[in-house]
């Protein structure tokens, strides 16, 4: 999709480049990122690349020594990875406070509350045996 706009959105302006960029490539990024949010590093550089390139062209500074991380805060993007976690907070809100049915579901009560150094919202962290389930949404979002 960002190659599309490259080649027919090359001469715009930078506002519409960026309006395209978020209303095109960003939304497809970001589908149902609090489900399938990667944890190795190597796919969330994937990711965070494309937002890079897209910067580039958005600028259309593709100078070597431009730092893209400036690029991306005059555009105020910020990283895909913060999104993504902002995304997967505010649905972990939505399941614990609106819906008693997924809560029940999803949610663990914790093991044990005290009442000197805990709150009554505390949420049980599920055990987990590999990295790939330990890092998928529950336990993840549970953690933090």
């Known amino acids: 999709m960002l190659g599309y706009i490259r ?7 930078s506002s519409v480049k960026l309006l395209l960029y978020k209303s095109l490539v960003r939304s497809k990024l970001e589908y149902a990122a609090s489900i399938w949010d990667p944890y190795q590093e190597t796919l969330i550089y994937q990711l965070e690349s494309i937002q890079n390139r897209a910067a580039r062209f958005i ?3 593709y100078h070597r020594n431009s730092s893209v991380s400036a ?3 005059s555009l105020s993007l910020p990283l895909l990875s913060q999104r993504r976690n902002i995304s997967r907070l505010c649905l972990f809100h939505k399941i614990y406070y609106d819906n008693p049915i997924l809560k029940r579901k999803f949610i663990t009560p914790p093991c044990n509350v ?5 709150h009554r919202h505390k949420v049980g962290i599920l055990s987990c045996q590999t990295n790939h389930f330990y890092n998928s949404f529950n336990p993840s979002t549970s953690a933090q």
């Open 7 to 13: 080649r027919n959105f090359n001469l715009s302006s």
């Open 71 to 73: 690029m991306k805060s």
């Open 114 to 118: 005290s009442a000197r150094i805990d």
């Open 59 to 61: 600028l259309s500074n």
